[in-house]
């Protein structure tokens, strides 16, 4: 098995040079975030997830998690580390100071998350979750309501999770059926939960469950749907917790991959109904959960960028100690290690290029976020908050759909041996496979990116992103060694904008027909802007190579990456691009009675 270690040079690279580390410390509220904080704070974090967490990862997954009697056990020294992480103050990182966190910018937690999920994906779903319950809560919560829950769950003292969907309901939430029933100040819930990630266990003092209901007086539909928060125990006047509520886990799934996190079938009122509080107002709780989900999609598109991190990781391992064969167009001598055939360093190369490209996106997308909440021009930051919105579900859907991909080709490198369990490749795609369905599967994604992200505003943004591309032609033009990159770069972001421009046309029209493509057209933005990404970094590696004392290796090994994403990723688009504009036709050619 091999042991998790941080990518910190390529970590901080994308951070310094690709998502713009200087910009985001110019920002108010963040004059003390510089490299050298970064330098310090990822340090430790690499330290305490290959001292902590991947010694874990391997043997949670065996493990798994048991229920008895409604309660959950986490697997043995789970709950040991996730008290050294809350002691050591991780889960408050990108918390608020008033509520006792760290304050700092997304740009730094980002990172900082890949490399938890590197190394224990299925612990480290529990402080993501609980920082999204935190996001949603600062933006729609009473004070009253954040001074009980705020600080306990920017520490992690206590866990928070999302209740969406229900067994009848699936991405459907307009046919949520949970009750809500006004007592007083408060409101009794009954209804049954599924799919909720880490709703029981025995890591934290308490669970802040933030739950989809409807009051007897509601709409139907979606219109008629509130949040209501319903911890696990009643907080007392004192915010310690008191009374267990009426909500209990009558059952957990029994999953493909992450083994080691529960996920729960929650029951709510099978008494007299479990004591929850309205936050914000009725009948807008989709409104609000969409603040906890949108957070959380960023989060899982980093999933994908740490579970294809760490399935390189283990397959460049293997492929450096597996002796087998001899080199191609030798007949005698020793046998080589694998990673001398072509082939295998192919796929390594594949794995380490889509890896690097998705980490540049996902974190250019965290340094949008800190301005779009930070920045002082009120145009920056509505231009921002555009730009996050669209890459959103790009991070979420590409990246999370490029990790399954790498973790498939990990196992390929390792050949037989990938497939048994005992050499530890499989766990990688069994884990990253959730990561394409948390928070709604790429089809949602998709469906969300054509149409409120280009659709609905003609294009607008999508459009400018696509100009900002084209820039980089004139600085790549002055370099002789990345002619290719530029050639293949304008033939992506060329089929971009056909498919771009071909939606904005057609979906007023035939929105049917755009929903049709949807997911190839993700996949090319991801693909384009991935190169858009690549081919920024070749350029600073480039000039980063003249100065004194830089590091030769890491800059080679940058621009060696770059060129392989520009020749063997970036002509994906090219195919994808006709698929969006040229392939509507055929998937609504057959009604459904004939399949």
Request: with cysteine; glycine share 10%; proline share 5%.
């Amino acid at each position: 098995m091999s042991t998790y270690a941080a990518p910190l040079k390529d970590m901080r690279f994308a951070i310094q040079e690709l998502a713009g580390l200087s910009e985001v410390s110019a920002l108010p509220g963040h004059g003390e975030v510089n490299a050298e904080l970064v330098d310090a704070v990822l340090g430790e974090a690499a330290k305490f997830a290959q001292e902590v967490l991947d010694p874990l990862n391997r043997e949670g997954d065996r493990q798994g998690v048991k229920l008895a009697d409604g309660r959950v056990t986490a697997p043995k020294g789970f709950k040991e580390a996730y008290r050294a992480f809350i002691e050591a103050g991780w889960n408050g990182l990108g918390g608020e100071p008033e509520y006792g966190g760290q304050g700092l910018p997304h740009l730094v937690a980002t990172p900082v998350q890949e490399i938890w999920k590197s190394a224990n994906m299925a612990l480290t779903l529990a402080p993501m979750l609980t920082s999204g319950v935190l996001e949603a809560l600062k933006a729609h919560a009473s004070p009253e309501q954040l001074k009980t829950y705020a600080g306990k769950l920017t520490s992690g003292v206590w866990t928070g999770t999302m209740n969406l969907t229900e067994p009848q309901a699936g991405s459907d939430l307009s046919a949520v059926r949970t009750r809500a029933v006004r007592e007083g100040d408060r409101y009794r819930i009954q209804g049954t939960k599924i799919f909720i990630t880490w709703g029981e266990h025995d890591l934290a003092d308490n669970i802040v469950h933030l739950v989809l209901a409807r009051t007897p007086e509601a709409p139907e539909g979606v219109k008629g749907i509130s949040l209501f928060i319903v911890p696990k125990f009643v907080p007392k006047a004192d915010g310690s917790p008191g009374e267990r509520n009426d909500v209990k886990c009558v059952s957990i799934e029994h999953k493909l991959g992450i083994h080691a996190s529960p996920t729960c079938v929650l029951a709510y009122g099978d008494g007299k109904g479990a004591i929850g509080h309205l936050v914000g107002e009725e009948n807008r709780g989709l409104e609000y959960m969409f603040t906890m989900m949108n957070h959380a999609r960023l989060s899982v598109g980093v999933e994908g960028v740490a579970v294809g991190e760490r399935a390189y990781q283990h397959a460049l391992e293997y492929a450096k100690t597996r002796v087998q064969g001899r080199e191609i167009g030798q007949r005698g001598g020793d046998r080589v290690t694998i990673i001398h055939h072509p082939d295998v360093r192919r796929m390594l190369m594949s794995m380490r290029a889509q890896t690097e490209a998705m980490r540049a996106l996902a974190y250019f997308a965290a340094a949008m976020l800190d301005k779009a909440k930070r920045h002082p021009d009120p145009a920056e930051k509505r231009r921002s908050q555009g730009l996050l919105d669209l890459l959103t579900p790009v991070v979420k859907g590409w990246c999370t759909e490029q990790g399954v991909e790498v973790a498939s080709t990990g196992i390929q490198v390792h050949g037989g041996m990938g497939f048994v369990e005992e050499t530890g490749a499989a766990q990688y795609l069994r884990d990253a496979r959730i990561t394409t369905i948390y928070e709604g599967t790429t089809g949602i994604q998709a469906n969300d990116l054509v149409g409120r992200k280009v659709g609905f505003e003609k294009g607008a943004t999508a459009l400018a992103v696509i100009a900002e591309m084209r820039k980089l032609d004139a600085f790549l033009a002055k370099h002789e060694g990345l002619a290719a990159m530029r050639a293949n770069l304008t033939e992506a972001v060329d089929g971009l904008e056909a498919a771009t421009r071909w939606i904005v046309e057609t979906f007023p029209k035939e929105p049917k027909a755009v929903a049709a493509v949807s997911v190839p057209y993700l996949k090319l933005f991801g693909t384009a802007a991935g190169g858009w990404m690549m081919a920024r970094a070749a350029l600073v590696a480039q000039q980063r190579l003249q100065q004194p004392g830089a590091d030769q290796d890491f800059l080679r090994g940058k621009l060696a990456t770059a060129r392989f994403y520009a020749e063997h990723e970036l002509p994906r688009a090219i195919p994808l691009a006709r698929e969006v504009t040229r392939g509507a036709a055929s998937v609504l050619a057959v009604d459904p009675a004939r399949f």
